[in-house]
């Protein structure tokens, strides 16, 4: 009777099925499953460039609005300096569809009379963050993943040629990238890291999202209140851009 009951039980435990393990998320699939009008994601950047020259540091925060295949538009404050107090970068960009606009307190004495924003010219994308892959791209990301060295616990990480990374951005690029990319539970990105190093300066950026899909409605300042960039001229630019201590059209037009 008992090998008989042994017999039973085992048989009982061989013809239970073993708990199937969690598929692992795709965060391509996950990303374009945020791809909702009037929604979006919060970000939180950091910008270092370790010139020999001139070190910079470079704060980015704020949205990205969501439309039904990507960005569509961003609304970022960025605060920084080149590590001397007296050197303070503190400017608001918003790109809706192919226009950006900033403002500053740098160079509101530089704009026609009543104007506060200046509009810049078109961009490709609305974006404002300094990687140099964009992940809000699906393709970009596919092809980050797809050369990542190792993922485990959701985090991917590798390094990309300079071949490899003008073939995925579509813009030529010099040095070889390092990255880190981290997914939450979902496939979606918490943390992405980029490092490009040089004989001449060493620049990271490192960017933490949060509050994927809460609702986000960003426009583009009142007509009369900004001035386009053709109203300047090229010694105004100038010196506005000496006083963002930046190039915008650079740091600010999208990929």
Known sequence: MKRVLAAAVAAAALATPTPAQAATPDPVKAL?????????????????????????????TGAFEFGTSGVVASDVILRGSFLKPSEKINFRAVTVGRKTYIQSEAFEKT???GKTWLRMGDASRASGTFHPLDIFRPAQLKGLLSHAKSSTGGLYQGT???????KLSGLYFGPSVDYRLS???TGLPSRFFTGVKSSSSADTVDTRYSDWGHKVTIKAPPEELVASSEELSDEAIDEMLE???IIPNEALAPR
């Open 183 to 185: 997914v939450d539970s």
């Open 111 to 113: 704009l026609p009379e």
């Open 160 to 166: 990309l040629t300079a071949k490899q990374t003008s």
């Open 32 to 60: 374009k499953s945020q791809f909702v009008p009037g929604h979006g994601v919060k970000v939180s950047e950091l910008n270092r460039s370790m010139d020999k020259k001139k070190p910079t540091a470079l704060r980015v």
């Open 243 to 245: 006083e963002l201590q």
